[in-house]
């Protein structure tokens, strides 16, 4: 993967990576044995932390996927939220999951989260591969985390610069931004 060594410094390296995400799907399994779970899997960006971490998730499980768009393909939020796609089933009575690849302002999982509790879920859970606790502009209650990084824009393992970068094996910041 040549290509990206000019725009991207490696960050969180793939074995690193690929550890902790089987590290939260044996916490995951502890938690809810004997419990029917759906991941929420938040598009695009969280694609591939979502189907790593299904396979450490030694549960019986359902998928669904829920397009959110914050970003218009720039490097800040707009601030404004929107639902691209929505989850194929009714999610009433069922725990669910929600997988995200980065919480920085909240924003976006906040709007989730009200829009997931109106649904009337058993449980509602939040699950990220990162945390940039410095950008918070709302309060998230993380169930699982993978790392806590500082205020750097981050690539690679289906986080994007402009739908680019995502297919990096490792969590990369791009250079001069």
């Not at 793939?14 to 029917?36: F, H, M, S």
């Not at 779970?37 to 998928?63: E, H, N, Q, W």
């Not at 914050?70 to 194929?88: K, L, M």
């Amino acid at each position: 993967m040549a290509f990206f060594e000019q725009d991207v410094g490696i960050h969180i390296d793939e074995q690193k990576l690929q550890a902790r995400v089987r590290e939260l799907g044996a916490q995951i399994t502890r938690d809810y044995q004997g419990k029917d779970l759906t991941l929420i899997c938040v598009l695009k960006g969280s694609a591939f932390f979502a189907m790593d971490l299904a396979r450490y998730v030694d549960l019986p499980l359902t998928i669904e996927f829920l397009g959110v768009s914050s970003y218009q393909g720039g490097t800040e939020t707009t601030g404004e939220v929107r639902i691209t796609t929505d989850v194929s089933k009714p999610m009433a009575g069922k725990h669910l999951l929600v997988i995200e690849d980065i919480i920085d302002t909240g924003l976006t999982m906040s709007f989730l989260l009200e829009n997931l509790r109106a649904r009337h879920p058993a449980s509602l859970k939040v699950c990220t591969l990162l945390e940039k606790p410095s950008r918070a502009r709302a309060q998230i209650p993380i169930d699982y985390k993978g790392f806590v990084i500082d205020d750097v824009f981050v690539v690679g393992y289906g986080l994007d610069y402009a739908e680019r970068y995502r297919n990096l094996p490792f969590i990369g910041v791009m250079k001069g931004k």
